[in-house]
């Protein structure tokens, strides 16, 4: 019996010894498993933190490059602003007539001078030749080329329009202010635009005062051989000052034009 027990013992304890075995050995492969596994993780990780840090390193160079080979402009700073555009009439009044006045004592002399000498010619002309049957005519430039000889013109220039009397005093008026407003946005340089406008005032309010004080009736005695109509000085400044006055207007739109820059399209 103790044999037996023996030999089975022995047995037992040799499969004891085996499995232990065994068993140490599943356990030392589990954990090398685990170990590499750690292990390879920890690499992964620390290989993605290495190409991630290149990735940035090299957008960071990119970036900087980049920059670099942009222009710098200069850093503005506040400060007043300065126009340096051509001069326009509505945006620099400073330039215009109407801020000069030296401009604004061309015009007025210009007028009231040719004011006076219309309306003094008129007076002078009617007290010394008189009006109607008993007026006499006076030769000035012979044969005939210039004479005088008092008449009263119940029209507009060179008897045009007899008998409208009120309606030329309206657009006397309305001229009047044109003409005004038309010196005020003149350039300051523009003299012969603005003597032109001083003639063309005069012989506005020469021939409005007549009409206004004297029953609507203008003062005519000048008489052109080769001019079917008689006036007078008022009637001359504005057939001066007109005409020269478009002739400033088209000269100065011939200008403009050849300083416009041309375009290709």
Not at 34 to 51: C, H, K
């Amino acid at each position: 019996m103790l044999p037996f027990l023996g030999k089975t013992a022995t047995g037992l304890g040799s499969r004891l010894h085996r499995f232990r075995w065994a068993l140490s050995r599943q356990i030392n492969r589990v954990v090398s498993y685990y170990n590499r596994s750690v292990v390879s993780l920890a690499w992964d990780v620390n290989s993605i933190r290495i190409s991630y840090a290149v990735e940035m390193d090299r957008l960071i160079c990119t970036s900087w490059r980049h920059i670099m080979n942009q222009p710098i402009s200069p850093v503005s700073t506040p400060t007043a602003k300065t126009d340096i555009s051509p001069p326009r009439q509505d945006a620099a009044p400073a330039l215009l007539a109407r801020g000069s006045p030296l401009a604004w004592l061309r015009f007025v002399l210009i007028a009231c001078g040719g004011l006076t000498a219309d309306l003094w010619t008129k007076h002078l002309a009617f007290a010394k030749l008189g009006y109607g049957p008993g007026s006499r005519i006076v030769v000035l430039i012979p044969p005939d080329i210039l004479r005088l000889r008092t008449t009263l013109n119940p029209g507009a220039v060179f008897g045009v329009g007899q008998g409208l009397a009120p309606l030329f005093i309206l657009i006397s008026l309305v001229a009047i202010g044109f003409v005004v407003y038309v010196f005020m946005n003149t350039q300051r340089g523009q003299w012969v635009m603005q003597i032109a406008l001083g003639l063309i005032l005069a012989g506005a309010m020469g021939n409005l005062y007549d009409r206004a004080f004297n029953d609507g009736k203008v003062r005519d005695f000048i008489l052109l051989q080769y001019w079917p109509w008689i006036f007078n000085l008022a009637d001359a400044m504005l057939c001066i000052g007109v005409p020269l006055l478009i002739v400033c207007w088209l000269f100065q739109g011939s200008q403009m034009h050849q300083s416009r820059p041309e375009t290709h399209g």
